[in-house]
């Protein structure tokens, strides 16, 4: 099947969160944000979480209709209440205020709670990446619980949150954006088997990845305390964001100028053994994204099924495009 245009998946997206009464505003944004992702190739955290998210609005787990407020503010800080909506709105306010912050003071934070799931964070460091600013960000569930699986190890007791850092450089190539998934190593059996294979370092550096974004993103930031009062019961995430200049820490020019003549270098070097091309994290998303632009964006019939059954599912009309 042809791939699609952004233009036409954008509007069929805001239209499925309109109809489960999300703003008509804040549902082009969270639609543009899954188009967004869905450029860029990550599959996981595109239009698929659509599925996702329209159940969550149809059974009252999630505001449709946000009043999303500032809790408390300085000059290098602010802490937004989601008012239990969709998590891209208040952490793209986050975001922006952080920015402009850091702009002004040099470094600065952001803390989110109250609010639905995030999504991809690449999807934040980059609006930094405009303002060249280096960002590093968590988020995380609020609510831990200690597993109750009798099989569970200590690898069981978290889930997998994200985590991302982004560095800016001058233009023309692509970014350094490592947007991850902080567990590396699926479940109990996989982490097992990269540890007999030799690689406990490396699991351990993902459990205690998974700690440092839940404990920060969720269990600080995504504790309302009583700043606030949650009444729906899918707000329990929290989201915080860091954003630093370069002219901070040093010279942000020469700084930028030096990270793309390093990425671009070490682009040049052979693909490490197994894979088919030399990248950088960040690097292949990049690539997708400019070809969507021009090519579309490809729906697998997996993704193309979701589709059908979410028209369906909410009486809409089959988008013409498929």
Known sequence: MPNIKEADLHTWATRVLTTVNVRAD???????????????????????????????????LINPEPDIRVLRETDQSIRFDGDG?????????????????????????ASTCNHGHVGSEGIYARRALKHDLISWCVAGGSGWAKSSDPDATIWNAMHSPPMCMAVP???????????????????????????????????????????????????????????????????????????????????????????????????????????????LPGTLEWRRERTCETEGIPIPDDHKK?????????????PNWL
């Open 169 to 279: 450089s001058d233009g023309g190539g692509p970014p350094l954006v490592l947007d991850m998934n902080a567990n590396q190593f699926g479940g109990s059996n996989d982490a097992e088997a990269a540890v007999a294979a030799g690689f406990t370092k490396s699991v351990f550096g993902s459990l205690g990845m998974r700690f440092v974004s839940t404990l920060v993103g969720g269990v600080l930031a995504g504790d309302p305390g009583t700043e606030t009062q949650r009444t729906f019961k899918g707000a329990n995430r929290g989201f915080v964001f860091v954003a630093i200049d370069p002219d901070t820490l040093g010279d942000a020019a020469s700084f930028k100028a030096r990270t793309r003549e390093i990425i671009d270098q070490s682009l040049t070097l052979p693909p490490i053994a197994g894979t088919d091309t030399a990248a």
């Open 26 to 60: 804040d549902a082009s944004h969270i639609a543009q944000c899954l188009v967004d992702v869905d450029k860029r190739g990550v599959k996981s955290h595109g239009t698929r979480q659509l599925r996702r998210y329209v159940g969550e609005f149809r059974d009252g």
């Open 306 to 318: 979701m589709i059908e059954d979410i028209a369906l599912d909410l009486s809409i009309d089959r």
């Open 85 to 109: 909506g969709a998590g891209y709105l208040v952490a793209t306010r986050a975001v922006d205020a952080v920015c402009e912050k850091a702009k002004a003071v040099g470094i600065a934070v």
